[in-house]
């Protein structure tokens, strides 16, 4: 029988939290917001950089022994995206990398050859979800409904 | 305790100000965005580390108050940097408050996050609110800390974190026992009868 131990702690986080002072969640929203806006050009840039990195990179073939590595580069790079995108409410953006993330994860599971037009698809999709004006909501809808397609037919249990 | 989607009002004051916050992420502009965040909120984080060796270092010697960790690092990750501060048996820093974030988290390492000991684990892209409300709840986190098997940290049962009185857990291990005491003299009663019956 295994052993269940409970031990009821109070962090000091949470008796800081209750101290007089600080501020309005408003405010702290607004101030954190702000603060970000600072960095919205950077991100621009290094959301950029990844995607035309990914965009680059070279199929390898299927003997190549570096095909895995090449692999995780395109998932690594896809990961840069949403991680530098993230708090920009670049959603569209974000569903694209993280579907393009699935597939290489599902793929890295199995012992099939990987699909690399998957990588050139994405790529190129997010690269025209950047050059997309924000007002072209239909178009970005359908370029995400295109890749849902693509995760739909290779990983089924994925798309709700 | 509030469910941990649940929003926050706009007039609620909280005071974080003096915290001891570590952020850890090998990504410098993953680093900056989290820290520029958490200032908006009145924190400034006292501890930024880019990777899970150098938090370690610091975590030995200073206690902290919050820690915000990135899943996905090269060399030790996240959740393992997570599950090695629970077992740490450092005091206060083992028990201390953890946010994990993650990009992306594969699937051969979802059971790995999810059982690491981190009180959460925030998906990106998120915003400024959802990161604000997720702190918030987490300076709240009641949960009593659980130690069953290789899990050290808080109780993953959201709803259900109720720490047992000794002696319910007495009237449980009571019940327990009559049970398996009347099962075992049932099957010697049916052994009996088809035993009298042959």
Redesign the interface.
């Known amino acids: 029988m295994?052993?269940?131990?409970?031990?009821?702690?109070?962090?000091?986080?949470?008796t800081?939290?209750?101290?007089?002072?600080?501020?309005?969640?408003?405010v702290?929203?607004?101030?954190?917001?702000?603060?970000?806006d600072?960095?919205q050009a950077?991100?621009q840039t290094?959301v950029a950089a990844r995607v035309a990195e990914l965009a680059a990179l070279i199929a390898p073939s299927p003997t190549d022994p570096d095909a895995a590595r090449q692999l995780t580069l395109a998932?690594d790079l896809?990961?840069?995206v949403?991680?530098?995108?993230?708090?920009?409410?670049?959603?569209d953006l974000?569903t694209a990398?993280?579907g393009l993330?699935?597939l290489i994860?599902?793929a890295?599971?199995t012992d099939r050859p990987f699909d690399w037009r998957i990588v050139t698809v994405h790529a190129q999709a997010m690269q025209l979800i950047l050059s997309l004006p924000a007002e072209a909501v239909d178009t970005r809808r359908q370029v995400l409904d295109s890749l849902k397609q693509v995760l739909a037919k290779k990983i089924p249990l994925a798309v709700g | 305790m509030s469910d941990p989607a649940e929003g926050?009002?706009?007039?609620?004051?909280?005071?974080?100000?003096?915290?001891v916050t570590m952020v850890v992420d090998d990504?410098a502009?993953?680093l900056?965005?989290t820290c520029?965040?958490?200032?908006?909120?009145?924190i400034n984080p006292r501890h930024l580390c880019t990777s899970a060796a150098d938090a370690i270092a610091i975590l030995t010697e200073h206690p902290v108050?919050?820690i915000l960790v990135d899943c996905?690092m090269p060399g030790m990750d996240g959740h393992e940097l997570v599950r090695w501060l629970r077992n740490s048996g450092l005091d206060?820093n083992a028990?201390?408050?953890v946010i994990m974030t993650a990009?992306?988290v594969?699937?051969?390492k979802v059971s790995s996050v999810r059982d690491c000991g981190a009180n959460f684990l925030v998906t990106?892209?998120?915003?400024?609110?959802s990161?604000?409300q997720r702190l918030?709840w987490?300076?709240?986190?009641?949960r009593?800390?659980?130690?069953?098997?290789n899990y050290k940290g808080p109780?993953r049962r959201f709803n259900a974190s109720r720490?047992?009185a000794e002696d319910e857990r007495r009237a449980e291990m009571i019940a327990l026992a009559i049970h398996e005491e009347e099962a075992a003299e049932a099957a010697r009663a049916a052994a009996d009868a088809k035993e009298t019956a042959a």
């Open positions: 295994s052993v269940v131990l409970w031990q009821r702690r109070k962090s000091r986080l949470s800081l939290i209750d101290q007089p002072g600080g501020l309005s969640v408003a702290a929203v607004a101030q954190a917001r702000e603060n970000l600072t960095l950077k991100s290094i998932y896809s990961s840069a949403i991680d530098a995108a993230g708090p920009f409410e670049l959603y974000c990398a993280t993330c699935d994860d599902a890295s599971q | 926050l009002r706009d007039s609620a004051v909280f005071n974080l100000t003096s915290a990504s502009f993953g900056d965005l520029v965040a958490l200032r908006g909120f009145g108050d919050l996905e206060p028990y201390v408050p990009a992306h594969r699937a051969s990106k892209p998120f915003s400024a609110a990161l604000l918030v987490v300076a709240r986190d009641s009593p800390f659980l130690e069953a098997g109780d720490a047992r």
